[in-house]
């Protein structure tokens, strides 16, 4: 229905319009930035689970909790752990050799936006890339390993690529998650400042969902339904498109 009501001259309007042209391109690299964050720190953590160990259970709800936590509540908790005031907020380092200083701010910053959007993601990573570690035969690994193969060699030369498309798969869902993410985001990172590749320089943008919720204030129904037909369009390309790659007859990359 969304798509059908949808006039294309409009469609084609809004996607012409740099500010819907910018919160995209946000709401493509944010969510890539969170769902790298969400496999980088879900695979270790998943392969731990996949093996067992006693507290699991503990250990899995901990990471299911964002699942069911409302996002606005996320979004505060953040706000009160890194914000300003918050137990790690404030927080900074110094390089000194190129004089550079790096400070923890996340209200209003790149960081914030992908924290948020990692905290509401990273448990489709761990639990698609549990799934596809606990898929993987114990019996291939012990005896990769009676042939004298370390762990680490075991797991890069039979884990990982047994395992890799389930792992790919959280990575995507984790993706997808982050780009559809409204509420923690619109708390923590309403609006952000981010370098914007097209033009090479810093612009200052809002993540999709929260544009299209300002542009049904502002302008109406047609009008964030056109943005929000553009977004659903770039994500459908993008599933298909990662879909193609993960599922071809090729073996592990």
Excluded at 53 to 62: H, R
């Amino acid at each position: 229905m969304l798509v059908a009501r949808q006039d294309p001259a409009l469609v084609a309007e809004m996607a012409a319009d740099p500010a819907v042209r910018q919160a995209l391109y946000l709401s493509v690299y944010a969510p890539l930035l969170a769902a790298i964050a969400s496999v980088a720190l879900g695979v270790p953590l998943a392969l731990v689970l996949a093996r067992g160990f006693p507290g699991q259970e503990l250990v899995e709800s901990l990471v299911d909790l964002p699942l069911v936590v409302p996002h606005s509540v996320a979004g505060l908790a953040i706000l009160f752990g890194f914000g300003k005031g918050g137990a790690f907020g404030g927080v900074s380092f110094t390089v000194p050799v190129i004089d550079f200083t790096f400070e923890f701010a996340v209200l209003q910053t790149m960081l914030g936006m992908v924290l948020a959007m990692t905290f509401v993601s990273a448990p489709f990573a761990v639990n698609a890339a549990r799934e596809a570690f606990e898929s993987v035969p114990t019996r291939v690994e012990w005896a990769a390993r009676t042939l004298g193969a370390n762990r680490f060699e075991t797991f890069r030369r039979v884990t990982a690529p047994l395992a890799w498309r389930g792992v790919l798969t959280g990575g995507v869902l984790a993706w997808a998650r982050a780009v559809s993410e409204f509420g923690a985001v619109a708390i923590v990172a309403y609006s952000v400042e981010f370098f914007y590749l097209p033009k090479g320089e810093s612009l200052t943008a809002q993540h999709a969902p929260v544009f299209i919720y300002n542009t049904y204030l502002s302008a109406g129904l047609d009008e964030s339904g056109a943005v929000a037909t553009i977004l659903l369009a770039l994500s459908a390309a993008i599933f298909l498109l990662v879909r193609t790659v993960a599922y071809d007859d090729g073996g592990w990359p």
